[in-house]
């Protein structure tokens, strides 16, 4: 058994904390931005170890380190003041720049590894190389050098038949595992073909919502330029003494086609966050006749699961819709659009229960060429 003062054992997500009290902690949080800063370091990585140079950040040393933070998370959720002035001094409308942010609040005042710079440029004959995300100490004395990265990759899967099972007259437990696994058929389904084997995927079948982003091409740009820059001999010259660990701090989702299965490329941790993705003529199969309420996240809410007191929800201007309703808003964009399916608590809470893309019914057939370029 380890004791606080020992190495944490490694997990599928943060070290020290198993998916039960992970899940019970983000439960238990109510402010969006503590609840986004407590998914970044608790949430399972989207990628195994990639060695020799791909190491995984952990975000605590020590299994003391997890329980201080997650009493630190609580401390912060009760009296979020400071990190929203912080949020607010530096507005951003981009998802990795808002987890940039966060990162480096807990990294200033958390309880574990602190925070030497941020975003340190490194320069030859006044061109810019590139940027180093984080340099931190840990308790410990380990000096490291952190590359983070936040993204949310759809599954370019090949098209075939879709079937989807009504959602209608489902606890929110029922839906949540509906929404995030393949559907299996009815006990009464007729005996049918077998299914081929999937082929296996490859990291290239991941791709960003707009096609400008590809798995492959990020973990490629990680591995052969950000990660070594701290090594570069030019490094020397900006003034923070080495020699660093350059480490890589992953997270995001995977969002597969409802309906689809397909074989993960060995890179992936089988544990990652999970969505799915349907074309704009499957989303009436897909919901079918439930009652469940929507909304469009805009790219700020894609980190944490979302949760809307009712008081809350009012306040922001919150729109929630039924899913004709929501099929109708989501027309109008050019391209993907990430949605939450929403159920009501007994406390009258609205609690996330899955999200996904309606994505425009020529995405698939362009995501999939994008893959094969």
Not at 48 to 61: I, S, T
Not at 121 to 139: K, N, S, W
Not at 204 to 216: A, C, Q, W
Request: proline content about 10%; glycine content about 6%; hydrophobic content about 40%.
């Amino acid at each position: 058994m380890t004791t606080a003062g020992e190495p944490a054992a490694g997990s599928s997500g943060a070290p020290g904390i198993d998916a039960a009290s992970r899940a019970t902690l983000l439960d238990s949080l109510h402010d969006s931005a503590v609840r986004d800063l407590a998914w970044l370091l608790l949430s399972a990585d989207l990628l195994r170890p990639q060695p020799p140079l791909g190491v995984l950040a952990n975000p605590f040393e020590t299994q003391h380190e997890a329980r201080a933070t997650v009493d630190w998370l609580r401390a912060l959720d009760a009296a979020p003041e400071p990190l929203h002035h912080d949020l607010a001094a530096t507005r951003t409308t981009r998802l990795g720049r808002y987890a940039e942010r966060l990162l480096g609040w807990f990294l200033q005042h958390g309880p574990a590894a602190r925070l030497v710079a941020a975003g340190v440029p490194l320069r030859r004959a006044g061109v810019t190389l590139g940027e180093c995300d984080f340099l931190v100490q840990t308790q410990r004395g380990a000096r490291l050098h952190w590359e983070l990265a936040v993204k949310c990759y759809l599954h370019a899967g090949e098209e075939r038949e879709q079937s989807f099972a009504p959602l209608s007259g489902q606890s929110s437990a029922q839906l949540s595992s509906q929404l995030s696994t393949p559907p299996s058929a009815p006990p009464s389904a007729p005996p049918s073909k077998p299914s081929p084997t999937p082929s296996p995927a490859q990291l290239s079948h991941y791709v960003g919502p707009n096609l400008k982003d590809r798995f492959d091409l990020k973990l490629a740009h990680l591995l052969n330029h950000q990660l070594p820059l701290s090594a570069r001999e030019e490094f020397a010259s900006v003034g923070y003494a080495g020699p660093w660990t350059p480490q890589m701090f992953i997270k995001g989702w995977l969002f597969y086609r409802r309906g689809e299965t397909p074989l993960e490329p060995a890179e992936l941790n089988p544990a990652h966050a999970r969505g799915w993705w349907v074309t704009r003529s499957d989303w009436p199969a897909f919901v079918a006749a439930g009652t469940e309420k929507w909304r469009t996240l805009p790219r700020l809410e894609w980190l944490a699961p979302r949760r809307h007191a009712p008081h809350e929800a009012q306040a922001a201007g919150l729109i929630f819709a039924d899913a004709p309703t929501l099929a109708v808003q989501t027309s109008h964009q050019p391209g993907p659009a990430m949605v939450a399916a929403f159920a009501e608590d007994s406390a009258g809470n609205l609690i996330e229960r899955s999200r996904g893309f309606i994505v425009p019914d020529e995405w698939p057939e362009q995501a999939q060429n994008y893959a094969r370029q």
